[in-house]
């Protein structure tokens, strides 16, 4: 049974830095493409970071490159998100995702991803 669960969520002021955490039973992380997405209210679930099974690349949205990194501990299997230089409209929820797939390099497209979680919560205000 496939199981995530995202943690690290939190109200922060503009400026400061949250990290994410991504856990998952069933999967060793590392086999499979996992992504960070967010949807705000009112918005499409938009791709945020994904790192790939092979070699550990990366591929971010521009609005975030240089402020956030997707990260992963294998002896852990847990996948990480650290954001840096939070702006307002960074308040989204946060969701992980992983592709089914085997050592698929990863894209930030919401249908290459099978399994998601339920979210963390992230809000940027003063």
């Known amino acids: 049974q496939v199981r995530i669960v995202e943690s690290g969520g939190d109200l922060v002021q503009p400026g400061g830095s949250l990290r994410l955490s991504c856990a998952a039973s069933g999967f060793t992380l590392d086999h499979h493409a996992v992504a960070w997405f967010r949807q705000a209210p009112g918005k499409e679930r938009e791709g945020v970071s994904c790192i790939s099974p092979s070699d550990g690349s990366t591929v971010s949205t521009d609005s975030v490159k240089g402020r956030f990194t997707i990260s992963r501990d294998t002896a852990k299997n847990m996948i990480y998100l650290q954001m840096n230089s939070l702006k307002p409209e960074d308040t989204a929820n946060y969701y992980c995702?992983?592709?089914?797939?085997?050592?698929?390099?990863?894209?930030?497209?919401?249908?290459?991803?099978?399994?998601w979680g339920q979210g963390t919560q992230v809000t940027v205000s003063s």
């Open positions: 995702a992983i592709d089914r797939g085997y050592g698929s390099s990863c894209q930030l497209s919401f249908y290459d991803y099978d399994y």
